[in-house]
T-cell receptor
């Protein structure tokens, strides 16, 4: 099993540019989570999907952030326009939802630096 | 959602058992206790979870008190590669990772 796959692993961009982060969950999993980790705020849940449907996006910081899951094997997190304060590590995780919180398996993360 | 309280940091001698405590005094009856660890900014790694009974797997043991208000993660023979931040999570409406315990295994 390849585990959760994220791309790119590192991203350096300039303020104002659009950034797209990608995630491929573990095959067979039906829930997908996007987290952000910074030194100041720790690991925060941004949004999660069940069966490709966004369930809770209350953690999305503002309208500049958007996430989609067009099918069971792919999700994107987009930041437009990006700002220096968006610099962080972004993790994607997946699990098999049975009606409660199940074990989540994390990807290696995307390290984003916005200059 | 039940919040958890963990010590900020701990040291453990290599080869010894590492006992990491977690307080979750407001946990409700259907909330599980999960433990994850994060090694040097890698993605968090699942270790173990439990509801009421003690649990053991190839990585660790989880001891949950009878009143479920606290638990202890036990790494039976700590190695240098176990140096990491350990997160205790009480599931509720979501996984809340908190600040965790930074465990340093000392040679």
């Amino acid at each position: 099993d390849a585990g959760v796959i994220q791309s790119p692993r590192h991203e350096v961009t300039e303020m104002g540019q659009e950034v797209t982060l990608r995630c491929k969950p573990i095959s067979g999993h039906n829930s997908l989570f996007w987290y952000r980790q910074t030194m100041m705020r720790g690991l925060e849940l941004l949004i999660y999907f069940n069966n490709n449907v966004p369930i809770d996006d209350s953690g999305m910081p503002e309208d500049r952030f958007s996430a989609k899951m067009p099918n069971a094997s792919f999700s994107t997190l987009k930041i437009q326009p990006s700002e220096p304060r968006d610099s962080a590590v972004y993790f994607c995780a997946s699990s098999f939802w049975r009606g409660g919180w199940e074990t989540q398996y994390f990807g290696p993360g995307t390290r984003l630096l916005v200059l | 959602d039940a919040k958890t309280t963990q010590p900020t940091s701990m040291d453990c001698a290599e080869g010894r058992a590492a006992n990491l405590p977690c307080n979750h005094s407001t946990i409700s009856g259907n909330e599980y206790v999960y433990w994850y660890r994060q090694i040097h900014s890698q993605g968090p790694q699942y270790i173990i979870h439990g509801l009421k009974n003690n649990e053991t797997n190839e990585m660790a043991s989880l001891i949950i008190t009878e009143d479920r208000k606290s638990s202890t993660l036990i790494l039976p023979h700590a190695t240098l590669r176990d140096t990491a931040v350990y997160y205790c999570i009480a599931t509720g409406n979501q996984f809340y990772f908190g600040t965790g315990t930074s465990l340093t295994v000392i040679p």
